[in-house]
């Protein structure tokens, strides 16, 4: 039903707008994108889709009268009807070659999973871009009558050139795909400049929609700037899904070639060289991953670089682990002892890669915690995720713990490196005890709160004198550090001032409540245990324990039953029964007895 009335609606649209112009009006794009989220293409169900647009078809054949099949008694007989411009009588015309292009189009995309592994299917999938494609050109051709206003035959001219590219894109004839691609793009762009907000985010869409095949084309032409510009894609996850695949393997393909010319890597001073193709795979994911960050515009687009990162790093981590299994040092840093002497290019290069994971696991911390802060202390009714202290607090747990793992990096020997390591504890300690101080304050620990501001003031002091003492590139980064520190700091004056009014208050509270209790100090020790009196009397020669000799306190008696009804009771007589008792002796009595005949 939802269906059928979307259809009505959209057919009733299109013909008044058609009435009122004299001219008919036909939005492609916007009918092509309102059927495809509602009937499958948001699940990538192109199977629906498909079936949806067979049964559109035929509905508005019947409601046009225009029906290809004609009855002869029990069966069926098909007389196609081609559409022409002197029988373009109504704007629906219009939607029968949109809506066959769509069926044959839905058709091949649903068949192109299977063509990665049958051969046949890939020539089914070409046979089905063509009728599309000939069905979209019908359109086009319609379209450019003088019954067709100009933005019918601009998105016409649009979508007949994004499936004619479609097609040549699968055929891989890059020069044509592109040409067409960039025609459509064209038009898209143009169009959407010339409409109202929401409608010009729809040609936005598209033209990122085509924007990766644009280039994926370009880059298979001979264009070797244009790998960088897909990668950004990727990450932006601006690709179809049908390009995506694709993308991942070029990709893959780049990194490779790029890797085989990186043969050595210099850290602190010393190059090692990089033999395995898994490690040098990783060093360059290393240098992309802080531009694929910056072009990333959701948290979640970060974090998954960051994730993917860190996954190859520890995979690169274990197959240096099983190199040097036979390294003499590594087995005794395994054990926890100091290595002798020099290390070798293997373990110095192991050193540096767990150095990367650190590294990299301290910025994704860094970047949670930023994106949690603004959550801190919001009301729940306001719709987002309330973030509590205690979860800022093991972030930076992490964090701490990581750079004291890199201080104790085996051939990490440089002292500037250690001293600015435990300069970043001391700050990152400094966050930690606030947010722990924060906890205390909404827990109304005051006196512990208290000390753990003025913590927070001893740690962002030690830090902020380290930090000034930085050189070269670190000082750059040592401003920022700065710059928050004094920020902290400042906030944590105010908080102390308040720590310390609140703490007078409830302690004003409890005196009351204390000197209340103090008028009832009478009462006998067993009496009042719940609560706190100081009772000088209880040190003395008679304290006041417990009430002696207690109270009497009432009790219920116990019942006593007396049998009163009997002396009523009118009991029946038993002299009958007496009377044949005793006739029963004699001579026969005894007879009987003797015999045993009278026994019972």
Known sequence: MAATENVSENDEETTKDSTLSGSFTLPVLQVIKEAQQQHGLRHGDYQRYRSYCSRRIRRIRKSLHFVQSTRHGSKYRITPKKITVENLTDSRFLLLPLMDAERCWSYS?????????????????????????????????????????????????????????????????????????????????????????????????????????????????????????????????????????????????????????????????????????????????????????????DLESKVSVYESLLKECVDALQILRDELKSDTNFKLIQRGQKPEGKLSNALYLHTYLTHIRLTKTIERNLLMIDTLKPNLGISPDSGKKVTKPQDLVRLYDIIIQNLSDISNLPGLDDIAIEKETETEILGYTAFRCFYIAQSYSLAKKWPEALALYERVEESAGKAIDGFKKFTGTAAKLAKEHIQSLEDLVNSVDGLKYSCHANSILDLQDVTSDQAALSLNNKKPLSERLDQYIEDKSLTSKKPNLVTFPPEFEPIPCKPLYFDLALNHVELPSLDDKLEQKQKKGGLSGLVSGWLGWGKK
């Open 109 to 297: 995309m649903s068949l192109k999973p299977e063509a990665n592994t049958e051969l046949r299917k890939k020539f089914h999938v070409l046979k089905k871009l063509k009728k599309a494609v000939f069905h979209a050109e019908e359109l086009s051709t319609l379209c450019q009558s003088d019954r067709c206003d100009a933005r019918t035959k601009l998105e016409a001219e649009a979508y007949s050139a994004w499936m004619k590219g479609t097609l040549k894109f699968e055929l891989q004839l890059w020069e044509s795909a592109i040409e067409l691609y960039t025609r459509a793009n064209t038009i898209y762009e143009k169009l959407g400049a010339t409409f109202s907000d929401d409608i010009q985010v729809l040609y936005q869409q598209k033209v990122e929609d085509i924007n990766p095949n644009i280039r994926y084309c370009a880059y298979n032409i001979g264009d070797e700037s244009a790998i960088q510009d897909l990668m950004k894609m990727r990450v932006k996850s601006g690709a179809g899904e049908e390009i995506t695949s694709k993308l991942d393997e070029l990709i893959a393909q780049s990194r490779e070639k790029q890797a085989s010319t990186l043969s050595e890597v210099t850290w602190e001073g010393r190059t090692v060289p990089v033999k395995n193709e898994h490690v040098r795979l990783l060093l360059l994911n290393v240098k992309e991953s802080t531009a694929q960050v910056e072009s990333a515009q």
